[in-house]
């Protein structure tokens, strides 16, 4: 079964660091996502992306952060400079469709540690 | 008020029992509804799709009351397997780009 892969699974970095993760999303699927979900709390939307531009971001992603869609088989979460609180869980998503019919599939996520 | 909200549990039923978790969402545009599963420290899953006829998949069935603005799943004959995290999930508008997640109710099945 096609599926969405992750790279790191962990990542620790230090404050101020650039760190980016990566996702391979499956291969026939248009529509990207980041979602976060910080250790106990629920899974927050990031930003969504489509014919290589962002479609709708949430507050959360400020202009620390950046996606990118490099060689048409990767897409990338760059955060430019990590604060203590961008540690959590970060998942990667992809869809074929939109609106009624589309569902999520998810990576298994990186987990990110900002010491 | 949350944009998609959920009791957050948990709940402790015992195997075999019957189970019910509602969910209300805020925007009346809201276009997709989905429930999705999470295990500790896993990816969400895709549970079922929630569809204004209702719609049933095994022991699980969801019902979606648009005009009250709430999605419900029920879960028959539970198993030890079904205890996770159960993520109400809805699509914001007709454009799909934002997909909200609820916080989740926390299921655990005692044998």
């Known amino acids: 079964e096609p599926e969405v892969t992750q790279t790191p699974s962990h990542q620790v970095t230090q404050m101020g660091q650039e760190v980016i993760l990566r996702c391979v999303p499956i291969s026939n699927h248009l529509y990207f996502y980041w979602y976060r979900q910080i250790l106990g709390q629920k899974v927050e939307f990031l930003v969504s992306?489509?014919?290589?531009?962002?479609?709708?971001k949430s507050e959360i992603f400020d202009d620390q952060f950046s996606v990118e869609r490099p060689d048409g088989s990767n897409f990338t979460l760059k955060i430019r400079s990590t604060k203590l609180e961008d540690s959590a869980m970060y998942f990667c998503?992809?869809?074929?469709?939109?609106?009624?019919?589309?569902?999520?599939?998810f990576g298994s996520g990186t987990q990110l540690s900002v010491l | 008020r949350k944009e998609v909200e959920q009791d957050p549990g948990p709940f402790n039923v015992p195997e075999g029992a019957t189970v019910a978790f509602n969910c209300t969402y805020s925007n009346s545009a809201s276009q997709s509804f989905f429930w999705y599963r999470q295990d500790c420290r896993k990816e969400p899953k895709l549970l079922m799709s929630?569809?204004?006829s209702g719609n049933e998949d095994g022991r699980f069935t969801a019902q979606l009351n648009r005009a009250s603005q709430y999605i419900s799943l029920l879960i028959r004959d539970s198993k030890l397997s079904d205890s996770a995290t159960y993520l109400c999930v809805v699509s914001q508008d007709s454009s799909a780009s934002k997909i909200i997640f609820g916080s989740g109710t926390r299921l655990s099945i005692r044998p």
């Open positions: 992306f489509y014919n290589n531009e962002i479609s709708e």
């Open positions: 929630v569809y204004s």
């Open positions: 998503a992809s869809s074929a469709d939109r609106g009624s019919n589309e569902k999520l599939f």
